[in-house]
DNA sequence: AGCCTAACGCAAAAATACTTGCTTTAAATT
DNA sequence: AATTTAAAGCAAGTATTTTTGCGTTAGGCT
């Protein structure tokens, strides 16, 4: 045989603590405070060992980013409900709902210049534009209706750059009604026009 | 006498300190790497002592918080062009710019992640509460010269939020071009009322 | 089925981070 | 300029976090 590496073994155990390890942090971080989050708390709550964690991750920082990298290459799905008011209004809703969670705190901090990834560097951009393809397609059904959209820029800006607005500086999520204003917004944006 | 607060004493040497921490976090957020630093590192470069650190501000989240807060109020002053529009213009290009330096992103990744308020304070939310002030005087000098302008929410989240949106998930400001725009569509907003 | 060893669990040690009691400095008050 | 006492300094604690050495478990291989 020529050159082995020391030879890892991905397999079963290992898959399962990974999953397991995974799992505690996304519930740690939707229930707990960011600040509250330790290396023990996730120790404790995924029932794997706090050595464990050091040894294969190293810092809780890097485990974080472990975990964001990975959910951030599996796309939530956009709605279609048959209207463009209904599509926006979902879609504005379940994110005023995610926002609230220290997760998206997480998913944020992520977005704009990542952690530091250890070996190599996985593209982040991909996740926004895989879900900017999303509402893309979502504004093209409607076009498509024959209904009027906005651009895709002027959604992210009236409706999600508020949505984010609120969490970041307010420090408290948009409800759900306060969403919908943002949609009314919008589309009394392109009806005027 | 009638009951006395334990009477504070923020003269001098107060004073002096906390410029010294200020500067030293400032410091050390432009050049360290964001995890290194550490009350430790932050008593050292300024000269203060870490118990002083730990006894008044208690945390390192609680710290950054404080210089956040502080950097975030004194930057881009509200003047008074005589419009409404010059007002909001001069504002939304001075924001653009404001943003697009380096040290601004750090200071939102720190305003992200330093706000949790310890035991005891009143969250310390609202980064905007004086700059708040100071845009609601410009919206009331508005409204006495007889204009329509806008509530202070519409002005964040249709003008402010999108200027972040821009900085935070497309990694590169807004343009002046584009705050304006940003402008009109606040204006056209209030118009159609 | 049996061997080899990566990956995990455990407990104890090492390293950091934070607190506490007391002393010293200097802002404010008289 | 003398007095008072918040606030800072210092050093010695306590607590928490991280590392380390070694025994145990269970993938992957023949």
Do not use: K
Not at 49 to 77: C, K, M, N
Not at 81 to 107: C, I, K, M, N
Not at 150 to 167: G, K, R, S
Not at 177 to 189: F, K
């Amino acid at each position: 045989m020529e050159a082995e590496q020391p030879a890892r073994r991905p397999g079963g155990r290992t898959a399962r603590v990974r999953a397991a390890v995974h799992e505690a942090v996304v519930d740690l971080l939707r229930e707990e405070e960011w600040g509250d989050l330790s290396i023990a708390l996730v120790a404790e709550r995924s029932g794997v060992h706090q050595t464990t964690l050091y040894r294969r991750w190293g810092t809780l920082a890097a485990l974080i980013d472990d975990v964001v990298t990975e959910r951030l290459t599996r796309s939530s799905p956009v709605q279609d409900t048959g209207t463009l008011r209904g599509d926006l209004e979902a879609y504005a809703v379940q994110v005023a709902e995610d926002v609230a969670s220290p997760l998206s705190a997480v998913f944020l901090r992520a977005a704009m210049v990542g952690t530091h990834a250890e070996g190599g560097e996985p593209p982040r951009q991909i996740y926004l534009l895989e879900r900017g393809v999303q509402l893309q397609a979502m504004l093209d059904r409607a076009r498509d209706r024959g209904e009027n959209p906005p651009t895709l820029l002027e959604l992210l800006e009236v409706v999600l750059a508020p949505l984010y607005f609120h969490v970041i500086f307010f420090n408290s999520p948009a409800g759900a009604d306060h969403a919908r204003g943002l949609v009314d917004r919008l589309l009394a944006l392109t009806a005027s026009t």
